[in-house]
C-alpha cells in the first residue's frame, strides 16, 4: 500500500525560506511522477511543481517558478521542496501526489495523481 508523508512545515517571515519533505512508503519514486500542489484557505488546490520519472527536468507553477526548487532523493525515496523568498501569498496547506506507476510524464492537474499525502501546513507571516 502507498503512503506518502509530508513534513518540515511551519511558520517562517516573508522572505525567508522553507524545505518540506515527502516520504514515500510502498514503492520507489523514480517509477513514480511525483509533485506538490497548495491549497490556500478559500481556494481550489493549486499546482506546484512535479518531476518526471524519465528525467530530472521539473515543471513548476507560474506563481512559484525561480522561487522553489523540486528534488528526489530515490534512495529514500524522498521529495523535497525548496521554498525560497516567500509571501503571505504562499500561506497553504502543502500536499505531496504521485501519479500511478506507467505514467512518466508530469502534469499540472490533481485528477492525474492517485495517491496523496495527508498535507503539511506553511504559513507565511511576520
Known amino acids: 500500500e502507498v503512503h506518502l508523508v509530508e513534513s518540515g512545515g511551519g511558520l517562517v517571515q516573508p522572505g525567508g525560506s522553507l524545505t518540506i519533505s515527502c516520504e514515500a512508503e510502498?514503492?520507489?519514486?523514480?517509477?513514480?511522477?511525483m509533485g506538490w500542489f497548495r491549497r490556500a484557505p478559500g481556494k481550489d488546490r493549486e499546482f506546484v511543481a512535479a518531476?518526471?520519472?524519465?528525467?530530472?527536468?521539473?515543471e513548476y507553477g507560474d506563481s512559484v517558478k525561480a522561487r522553489f526548487t523540486i528534488s528526489r532523493d530515490d534512495a529514500k525515496p524522498t521529495l523535497y521542496l525548496k521554498m525560497s523568498r516567500l509571501t503571505p501569498e504562499d500561506t497553504a496547506v502543502y500536499y505531496c501526489?504521485?501519479?500511478?506507476?506507467?505514467?512518466?510524464?508530469?502534469?499540472?492537474?490533481?485528477?492525474?495523481?492517485?495517491?496523496w499525502g495527508q498535507g503539511t501546513q506553511v504559513t507565511v507571516s511576520s
Open positions: 501526489a504521485a501519479r500511478r506507476s506507467g505514467f512518466d510524464f508530469t502534469s499540472e492537474y490533481e485528477y492525474d495523481y492517485e495517491h
Open positions: 518531476l518526471p520519472t524519465v528525467s530530472d527536468y521539473p
Open positions: 510502498g514503492f520507489t519514486s523514480r517509477r513514480h511522477v
